[in-house]
């Protein structure tokens, strides 16, 4: 190899690997080379960005970080310095304008991963990087050097001075995160893979479904062990889904796998207080039905007051008290997170510990691990995917520190 030149090899062409691969490809001395098993690059994030790409979350960094759960620590450096108005910056550097939405998530003008990720490869075939598409990894030989496999069969060994390891976590594994290569770095303590911002299981009635399957529950809160959120769900025939309960995912998860059944509470009015709905009911029923009452009083639609009974016991008292009760405090179970196969994310991954604050691992010097592949985990609504480009361009840097000790050494 080049004593000047160096080549860095970053597998993965997801949003990790590209954001790193922009950054370090802004210096000529660089190679920068990225793999990628699948026919191109993207695949996950062009997915994502179908219902409206959602890059980022303009709230407040404080309470941006608490979204991170435990992790928050190991992630708070990376975001601060890469942070969500980076981000926006980033976007509209590669001509891409920004917008924040009524929720504070950012979005891009035209609504669309496609014009985003266009532009991005295009920027990064002009910085001169080399993609290798179909390559799989499959090893390494004595020298360290990366085996591959390419779309024909053939063997590939290549060699490098730096490398980012940015797989992915083990969902939509059609799109290339299979979460395969934990069988490669088989000397790393490697944590199990979860489903994360999935949907879950509830024994619908037949009735239910009949009618209501596949409809929007609009403005409603979710609490569970001491956390609330706020937003909208889709009455899935399976159960639940949609990102207000994804966001109570990793709470939800972790107690099924201590209780096995678990029951959250549903708010169908959570900008009315308790007061406010009873004086609302206190006024006389007559021989209004329950679904017409509701909808003189409080507007329900008929999937609102299906879900009111389908939670409540048939002969439950329909008092003004009781029913303001169980409006605001609908208790909700749940039977099971859906698989991996069905959830937008994981968490689990290579530990943190494996990897020093550069994101280098530990135990390879040279070698980098970012994105969704390390443990971390963090809600959709645009904390999901500023942990994959933080994370990329932390790794970037790092290994920027790293090639510079080679050269003075």
Same mark, same amino acid.
């Given at each position: 190899?080049?004593? $000047?030149?160096?080549?860095?090899?970053?597998?993965?062409?997801?949003?990790?690997?590209?954001?790193?691969?922009?950054?370090?490809?802004?210096?000529?001395?660089?190679?920068?080379?990225?793999?990628?098993? +699948?026919?191109?690059?993207?695949?996950? @994030?062009?997915?994502?960005?179908?219902?409206?790409?959602?890059?980022?979350?303009?709230?407040d960094?404080?309470?941006?970080?608490?979204?991170?759960?435990?992790? =928050?620590? @190991?992630?708070?450096?990376?975001i601060?310095?890469?942070?969500?108005?980076?981000?926006?910056d980033?976007?509209?550097?590669?001509?891409?304008e920004?917008?924040?939405?009524?929720?504070?998530?950012?979005?891009?003008?035209?609504m669309?991963a496609?014009?985003?990720?266009?532009?991005?490869?295009?920027?990064?075939?002009?910085?001169?990087?080399?993609?290798?598409?179909?390559?799989?990894?499959t090893?390494?030989?004595? +020298?360290?050097?990366?085996?591959?496999?390419?779309?024909?069969g053939?063997?590939?060994?290549?060699?490098?001075?730096?490398?980012?390891?940015?797989?992915?976590?083990?969902?939509?594994?059609?799109?290339?995160?299979?979460?395969?290569?934990?069988?490669?770095?088989?000397?790393?303590?490697?944590?199990?893979?979860?489903?994360?911002?999935?949907?879950?299981?509830v024994?619908w009635?037949?009735?239910?479904l009949?009618?209501?399957?596949?409809?929007? $529950?609009?403005?409603?809160?979710?609490?569970?062990?001491?956390?609330?959120?706020?937003?909208?769900?889709?009455?899935?025939?399976?159960?639940?889904?949609?990102?207000? $309960?994804?966001a109570?995912?990793?709470? #939800?998860?972790?107690?099924? =796998?201590?209780?096995?059944?678990?029951?959250?509470?549903?708010?169908?009015r959570?900008d009315?207080?308790?007061?406010?709905?009873?004086?609302?009911?206190?006024?006389?029923?007559?021989?209004?039905?329950?679904?017409?009452? #509701?909808?003189?009083?409080?507007?329900?639609?008929?999937l609102?007051?299906?879900l009111?009974?389908?939670?409540?016991?048939?002969?439950?008292?329909?008092?003004p008290?009781?029913?303001?009760?169980?409006?605001?405090? #609908? +208790?909700v179970?749940?039977?099971?997170?859906?698989?991996?196969?069905?959830?937008?994310?994981?968490?689990?991954?290579?530990?943190?510990d494996?990897?020093?604050?550069t994101?280098?691992?530990?135990?390879?010097?040279?070698?980098?691990?970012?994105?969704e592949?390390?443990?971390?985990?963090?809600?959709?609504?645009?904390?999901?995917?500023?942990?994959?480009?933080?994370?990329?361009?932390?790794?970037?840097?790092? $290994?920027?520190?790293?090639?510079?000790?080679?050269?003075?050494?």
């Amino acid at each position: 190899m080049s004593e $000047i030149r160096k080549t860095i090899v970053i597998i993965g062409g997801g949003p990790t690997g590209l954001m790193a691969a922009q950054h370090l490809s802004l210096n000529k001395d660089h190679d920068v080379h990225v793999y990628d098993q +699948k026919p191109s690059v993207g695949r996950k @994030f062009l997915i994502a960005g179908r219902g409206g790409l959602n890059l980022t979350h303009s709230e407040d960094l404080d309470p941006f970080l608490k979204k991170f759960g435990p992790s =928050e620590g @190991f992630m708070t450096p990376f975001i601060q310095a890469f942070s969500p108005s980076d981000v926006q910056d980033w976007a509209a550097d590669l001509g891409i304008e920004t917008f924040i939405g009524s929720s504070g998530r950012v979005f891009p003008k035209d609504m669309k991963a496609t014009s985003l990720m266009r532009a991005l490869t295009k920027r990064l075939t002009a910085q001169g990087v080399t993609f290798h598409l179909k390559h799989r990894l499959t090893g390494f030989d004595t +020298k360290q050097n990366f085996r591959f496999v390419d779309g024909d069969g053939s063997n590939i060994t290549v060699a490098a001075d730096a490398a980012l390891f940015a797989f992915g976590g083990a969902s939509y594994s059609h799109l290339g995160s299979t979460g395969e290569w934990t069988s490669v770095l088989t000397d790393q303590n490697i944590k199990p893979f979860k489903a994360i911002n999935c949907g879950f299981d509830v024994n619908w009635s037949h009735i239910l479904l009949e009618k209501f399957e596949g409809q929007p $529950i609009k403005n409603i809160a979710l609490s569970f062990q001491g956390e609330t959120a706020r937003g909208d769900l889709v009455l899935a025939k399976y159960g639940l889904e949609g990102g207000t $309960i994804y966001a109570l995912s990793r709470a #939800l998860t972790h107690a099924f =796998e201590k209780d096995g059944s678990v029951s959250m509470q549903m708010d169908l009015r959570p900008d009315m207080a308790l007061e406010q709905i009873k004086q609302k009911l206190s006024a006389p029923r007559k021989k209004q039905s329950l679904s017409s009452f #509701l909808k003189k009083r409080l507007h329900f639609s008929p999937l609102e007051t299906a879900l009111l009974r389908e939670f409540t016991h048939k002969n439950a008292d329909q008092t003004p008290n009781a029913l303001s009760i169980a409006i605001k405090n #609908l +208790k909700v179970t749940l039977t099971a997170p859906r698989p991996i196969t069905r959830a937008i994310s994981t968490s689990g991954g290579l530990a943190l510990d494996m990897v020093d604050d550069t994101l280098m691992l530990k135990s390879h010097p040279g070698w980098f691990a970012a994105g969704e592949m390390l443990n971390w985990d963090a809600p959709t609504g645009g904390y999901l995917l500023q942990g994959c480009f933080s994370t990329g361009m932390a790794a970037a840097k790092g $290994i920027e520190g790293w090639l510079s000790k080679l050269r003075t050494n």
